[in-house]
């Protein structure tokens, strides 16, 4: 897999923002090409979040949606 060009803020606030949601870990792989550009897939599966981290209350985390994750292409 190589990716090229993914901008950087929307790809770091993404991975703040999971990380604000308790994940630890993601899994990253490459999809299909759209409009000859690559895109990232961002999967985070349920045994990659912890349960006790008190400084982030879950109100306060917006969730992610399908644009946001594909605005990093």
Request: charged share 35%; no cysteine.
């Given at each position: 897999?190589?990716?090229?060009?993914?901008?950087?803020?929307?790809?770091?606030?993404?991975?703040?923002?999971?990380?604000?949601q308790?994940?630890?870990?993601?899994?990253?792989?490459?999809?299909?090409?759209?409009?000859?550009?690559?895109?990232?897939?961002?999967?985070?599966?349920?045994?990659?979040?912890?349960?006790?981290?008190?400084?982030?209350?879950?109100?306060?985390?917006?969730?992610?949606?399908?644009?946001?994750?594909?605005?990093?292409?």
């Open positions: 897999m190589n990716l090229r060009k993914i901008p950087l803020e929307s790809f770091i606030e993404i991975l703040q923002e999971l990380y604000e308790g994940a630890d870990y993601i899994d990253i792989s490459e999809e299909d090409h759209i409009n000859n550009k690559d895109v990232i897939k961002i999967t985070v599966r349920p045994e990659y979040f912890i349960n006790d981290r008190e400084q982030y209350e879950t109100d306060d985390v917006s969730s992610l949606s399908d644009d946001d994750i594909n605005d990093l292409i």
